[in-house]
Each structure stands twice: as structure tokens, then as C-alpha cells.
């Protein structure tokens, strides 16, 4: 029987996609939107962010900007939630 209480994942993500976004969404706070990939990894390095997150915003695209964490997460291959209609 499953715990009424256990938290879900939304679909379209795995609890280590949810975590690995959260990371980055700590390191870059809610101020910084819109952004490029400079501003992005700029606002992580001031915020002391992790080597891993660090790592994952040099490789977002150059010269694109990203309008929140979702499109971040979307740019690094990471699972977010499926849109619901």
C-alpha cells in the first residue's frame, strides 16, 4: 500500500531531475530572469553555487536566453513536468 503522504514526482520528471533542478533554482534565486548563459553562471558564482551546477550552466547554448529555471532545465536535457492540458 503507498503511503498517502509520500511526495510524487510530477510526470515527466525522477526525483533526481526535481533535485538537480532545485539546485541550480537556489544558486540563481528569483531576481535574475530573463538571462544568458554569462549572467546565469555570474549570479551562480555569487551565490557560492555547487561545482556541479557551476559545471551545467557553461554548457547552456550561447547567446540564447533563458526566461526562468524551466527553460534552463529544458536546455541541460533535464526531465520537467509535461505540460497539462
Known amino acids: 500500500m503507498t503511503d498517502p503522504h509520500q511526495e510524487g514526482t510530477p510526470a515527466g520528471t525522477s526525483p533526481a531531475d526535481v533535485d538537480h533542478r532545485a539546485a541550480i533554482a537556489e544558486a540563481l534565486g528569483k531576481e535574475v530572469w530573463p538571462a544568458d548563459r ?6 551562480a558564482q555569487e551565490s557560492n553555487a555547487p561545482d556541479r ?3 551545467d550552466l557553461r554548457r547552456l547554448p550561447e547567446g540564447q ?7 534552463v532545465a529544458r536546455a541541460l536535457g533535464i526531465g520537467t513536468e509535461q505540460q497539462r492540458f
Open 65 to 71: 536566453t533563458f526566461e526562468n529555471v524551466q527553460d
Open 53 to 55: 551546477v557551476l559545471g
Open 38 to 43: 554569462d549572467a546565469l553562471v555570474a549570479k
